[in-house]
């Protein structure tokens, strides 16, 4: 199985605070994180520490709808705004909306072979299917790394957040807790970050959602549990 390596991105800005940035860096190092997982857990069905299967479908649900609004993020609002700022970044970008398109293509193999889980026929399939997802998805966030973070990192950008239904719309059905988005993705980006980063994040996030973090952060673990464990 290919490695998944995380690399060792600084989150928070100069002065401690989240920025666009750090929740963008936060959700390439959980989406490594979990595509790491997927294979092996995959692998365990049929044996004595075989996954909850039902917890595993939700999650890739969750993790595929992320990854969904990521990409839909970068598309319609990311690059075009990379492009106008740096035109030397035109190929590159290019080749990225490539990925995007081919990354379709593996995510629905994946989909596909999921769905006949907790077949034992259907998971090695299935890690195959997820092991080329994590290898290409990781030279994917290579490249974005490597060539986009610096300009965002000098720019400061910030996209425009003022119609968030999109999202909301690519979560749909998840069976979250009050059906919020964030219900799943501030405990799935903030998962293992040291304790002054994931205040920072939460910081950032609307003021509303103090009440919930803790039911989110509960209900994340739970499902964690029943899927993963080191």
């Not at 959980?30 to 044996?47: C, K, M, N, V, Y």
């Not at 293992?192 to 994340?220: C, F, H, K, M, R």
């Amino acid at each position: 199985m290919p490695t998944t390596h995380q690399p060792d991105h600084q989150l928070l800005d100069r002065d401690g605070r989240a920025t666009f940035l750090s929740h963008f860096l936060a959700s390439h190092r959980a989406f490594r994180r979990d595509a790491a997982r997927f294979p092996i857990a995959l692998r365990r069905i049929g044996t004595d520490r075989a996954p909850a299967t039902d917890a595993l479908r939700r999650h890739w649900a969750d993790y595929n709808a992320a990854l969904a609004y990521h990409h839909h993020m970068e598309d319609e609002q990311l690059f075009p705004a990379l492009r106008h700022l740096d035109g030397a970044l035109a190929p590159m970008i290019d080749t990225l909306l490539a990925q995007h398109h081919d990354l379709d293509s593996t995510i629905a193999e994946v989909e596909e072979l999921l769905s006949l889980l907790p077949s034992t026929e259907a998971a090695g399939p299935a890690a195959l299917a997820c092991e080329d997802l994590a290898a290409a998805l990781g030279a994917h966030l290579d490249l974005e790394e490597e060539h986009l973070v610096p300009v965002l990192r000098a720019t400061g950008f910030e996209p425009d957040h003022g119609d968030r239904s999109e999202q909301e719309e690519t979560h749909e059905g998840q069976q979250q807790p009050d059906d919020n988005p964030l219900a799943f993705l501030l405990p799935w980006t903030t998962e293992g970050l040291d304790p002054e980063t994931v205040a920072a994040l939460l910081d950032a996030g609307p003021p509303a959602i103090e009440a919930s973090v803790a039911d989110w952060q509960a209900d994340y673990t739970d499902r964690l549990t029943r899927w993963w464990w080191p």
